[in-house]
Every structure is written in C-alpha cells, then in structure tokens.
C-alpha cells in the first residue's frame, strides 16, 4: 500500500480523498526523493481519488531541495479534478513563503487534516 515508516499512504473511500502522511521530524533531499516515490505509488493504487493531501505537518525541518520533491509530489497529483492541499507547520511556511512565494501559487495550505478536508467537502 505504499506504506513505510517514514511515509503512509490512506484513502478514505466515502469522500474519495487520498492522504500522505510524512512521518519525518526532519526530511532531507533523499527522503523527500523518496516520498515522491511513495507518493505516485499511492496514486496508482487509488485511481479513484478526486482530492488529495500531503500531509507534511510532523515535519519540523526540511531543506530547500526537499521541499522542491514535495512540490514535485503535488505536481504529480495535479491529474485530479479537485484539490491538492498541503499541510505544513507554520514556521515551515513562513519559512518557504518568503524565500519561495510562486511556489504556492497553485496549492492550498492548511496546518491540520481536519481543515483540509472541512475545505474539500465546502468546495463540492
């Protein structure tokens, strides 16, 4: 299922959304390689997902290149109809909105799971 200790992959079937969680406190340029791999697996073992969210939030630091896979992750979702949220600490955010705004040009970004699914299911 594409599930590891340092990422996990779930679906909730009812709402049709597909959720990767990173498990990292720290993420580095071959962990974050790594997710992107997990990620597009995941995509391929739920073909049916309308939404998904990148579930970033356990991370606590995370590198420019690293955070360039994760982006790489949500590029590759971008197939689906609906939304592809992220979800991130705000000290990461801040950190990665100032130094690389264009990079959220396309994406929501919320700090928990529950306001990123209130929001898909707000928006159908």
């Avoid at 340092?6 to 009812?14: G, Q, R």
């Avoid at 290149?65 to 990461?92: H, N, P, Q, R």
């Amino acid at each position: 299922m594409g599930n590891d200790k340092a990422f996990t992959n779930s679906y909730d079937s009812a709402d049709k959304i597909l959720t990767g969680k990173i498990q990292l406190k720290t993420m580095g340029k071959d962990d974050a390689k790594s997710i992107y791999d997990l990620t597009v697996e995941g995509l391929e073992l739920y073909p049916d997902y309308s939404d998904y969210i990148l579930d970033a939030s356990s991370v606590n630091e995370v590198t420019a290149a690293s955070f360039g896979y994760l982006m790489k992750a949500l590029g590759a979702v971008k197939k689906t109809a609906g939304y592809m949220i992220l979800i991130l600490t705000e000290d990461i955010l801040q950190k990665f909105m100032i130094t690389n705004p264009e990079m959220f040009d396309y994406y929501a970004v919320f700090f928990n799971t529950e306001d990123a699914v209130k929001y898909i299911k707000s928006k159908r």
